[in-house]
């Protein structure tokens, strides 16, 4: 089952991609939810950094005791080659800021680039092997600093964990329905080997709605309850983060394989529309 995975690391170390895309960007696509139109990608066509007018970084340690130390333009964990974003977690002891860390990896983020309220974000991803890992495609409302978190609204695309290779799963935070109160919200879509094929996973949302997809699968829907923003702060922009974390309060429940290091996290695209008028 490694079989794919490492002809596709092997094509990426050469600068070259036999894993990735294999149609044009489209300018508008129709789904069950309605037109849409595209209004901002990275196609990653292009060799280097992540485009800097387009993607920050979180840096440091940052949330749920994860083990991993997120590192800021650091080529050997986050790069664009063979036409994907590369995200790459290693054990590789890097010194940063003066500090020796034993695992890096990155978290990229649009907070100061690019925000949205509605539409389609549809990210097309190859997920890690290995048991520790936890890859995310996610949201979170640009008023975080000012209101914390959940009221900010999170919105998690997509999230999974090593240690259930064959499950991925989408959930949504708000002050109202969370994980910390045992109140949150979400679903999960049994998938084969998806550190083996790429794979889109989608959220539509709408005023009214978020209807969550797996390919062109629907495996979730969080209704809004018109009952104020403690249960819908999603009438506000929220911006779009992609990371890889190693071990945590999820990730890390039965252990880190250490022998799967360095494992990468392959991103095709990440497309965002609107719905036509």
Same mark, same amino acid.
């Given at each position: ?18 894993? =990735? ?10 789904? &069950? ?44 964990? +986050? $790069?664009?080659? @063979? ?5 790459? +977690?290693?054990?590789?002891? &890097?010194?940063?800021? @003066? ?6 990896? +990155? ?6 680039? +690019?925000?949205?309220?509605? =539409? ?61 109160? @045992? ?25 009214? $709605? ?12 969080? !209704? ?26 999820? @990730? ?5 394989? !250490? ?11 990440? $497309?965002?529309?609107?719905?036509? !008028?």
């Amino acid at each position: 089952m490694w079989i794919k995975w490492v002809i596709c690391a092997f094509l990426l170390m050469l600068g070259l991609s036999a894993c =990735g895309k294999t149609k044009p960007t489209p300018f508008s696509i129709t789904t &069950d939810g309605g037109t849409w139109n595209l209004v901002w990608s990275d196609e990653f066509d292009y060799k280097g950094l992540p485009d800097p007018e387009k993607w920050g970084y979180e840096t440091g340690f940052v949330r749920n005791n994860e083990l991993q130390y997120y590192t800021e333009k650091r080529a050997e964990n +986050a $790069r664009v080659e @063979g036409g994907v974003l590369v995200i790459e +977690a290693r054990k590789d002891g &890097d010194s940063v800021s @003066g500090a020796t860390h034993d695992i890096t990896s +990155a978290s990229l983020h649009t907070k100061a680039t +690019a925000t949205w309220t509605y =539409g389609r974000i549809e990210v097309r991803a190859q997920l890690p092997p290995g048991v520790g890992t936890w890859p995310a495609i996610w949201m979170l409302g640009v008023n975080i600093d000012e209101v914390g978190w959940p009221t900010c609204g999170e919105i998690d695309i997509m999230e999974h964990v090593g240690y259930q290779p064959g499950v991925v799963h989408a959930n949504i935070h708000t002050k109202a329905y969370n994980h910390v109160l @045992g109140t949150g919200k979400g679903s999960r879509i049994t998938i084969s080997e998806p550190y083996e094929d790429f794979h889109v996973y989608a959220v539509e949302w709408f005023e009214d $709605r978020m209807d969550f997809y797996l390919d062109d699968q629907l495996y979730f829907t969080y !209704e809004n309850e018109n009952a104020g923003v403690d249960t819908w702060p999603y009438d506000a922009p929220h911006y779009l983060i992609l990371n890889l974390a190693i071990g945590g309060s999820w @990730g890390g429940q039965r252990g880190v394989d !250490e022998a799967m290091f360095p494992t990468q996290y392959l991103i095709d695209y990440v $497309r965002v529309f609107e719905l036509a !008028e």
